[in-house]
């Protein structure tokens, strides 16, 4: 059954964002349509998957790199459907989609097996911490989204109406992205001081969560007091993806330290 879920979104996300891009390029609106209700259908897999694995596991799915991976690609689709709904923002629906199902795709690639709770991972601080982290970095992630929307819309018409819709999403993505980062760092630094007797250890993790939350605090200071926007800030949304995906996947994969506990799986900050 959990492997019918898991499979079943990522399938179904993949035929929407198929068709949403040819809906895209032949300016079709009855095939995007169809590609969001498809895709609302694997938002339901992804979302069932989730909970079948927590009420199988005993606990809230997040503890190691792959159900890490599959909380980030939902948090990236719930914002997404959230502002598809609340603002109409069909800009944003074609590079969300395609973000939202690599980071899902990448989780197929890592070891699904169930496995108890580790100590350190048993405290009150579990769910607060890490999905802060996940739903900061999908921020990031759709405001990313926004920049290469924008560059390619302003890139054909730089009089688009839209360009001040999605350089005002941009900025507002990056500020709650950062506000949750923030709020990750701060709850994972008194998690450490409870398990580790430090607030801080200089762990890979921490050095590259704190790396990206500098990196995105020094985009949101030129945006409000040095007035860079449009292009500027779309071209930060767009290269400051790559920060983000190292801190999620490089750090873990290629470092280790106390956020570590064996290939490919790890508390994720």
Do not use: C
Request: glycine letters at 10%; proline letters at 3%; zero cysteines.
């Amino acid at each position: 059954m959990l492997d019918i879920l898991f499979y079943a979104g990522i399938g179904l996300y993949f035929l929407a964002m198929i068709l949403q891009f040819f809906g895209q390029v032949w300016n079709k609106e009855n095939l995007q349509k169809i590609s969001w209700s498809i895709y609302m259908m694997g938002f339901a897999a992804h979302t069932g998957y989730l909970l079948a694995r927590g009420i199988t596991a005993g606990r809230v799915p997040m503890s190691n790199q792959f159900e890490f991976a599959v909380m980030f690609s939902w948090g990236i689709s719930t914002v997404l459907v959230f502002l598809h709904y609340r603002t109409g923002a069909g800009w944003l629906t074609p590079v969300g989609m395609i973000m939202g199902w690599g980071i899902y795709l990448y989780a197929a690639l890592l070891p699904r097996e169930i496995h108890e709770l580790m100590p350190a991972l048993r405290s009150v601080w579990f769910v607060s911490h890490i999905g802060s982290a996940a739903f900061s970095y999908s921020m990031f992630m759709l405001a990313g989204a926004s920049g290469i929307r924008y560059l390619l819309i302003s890139g054909k018409n730089p009089e688009d109406d839209r360009l001040e819709e999605i350089d005002y999403f941009i900025y507002r993505l990056i500020a709650i992205g950062l506000l949750l980062l923030t709020v990750t760092i701060v709850i994972g630094a008194i998690w450490a001081e409870e398990a580790w007797s430090s607030f801080w250890t200089w762990d890979p993790k921490e050095v590259w969560a704190l790396i990206t939350w500098i990196l995105y605090a020094i985009g949101l200071h030129l945006r409000l007091n040095r007035n860079r926007r449009g292009r500027f800030m779309a071209w930060f949304a767009v290269v400051s993806v790559p920060v983000v995906l190292f801190t999620f996947i490089g750090v873990n994969t290629l470092m280790s330290g106390l956020h570590s506990y064996g290939a490919l799986v790890g508390l994720l900050m």
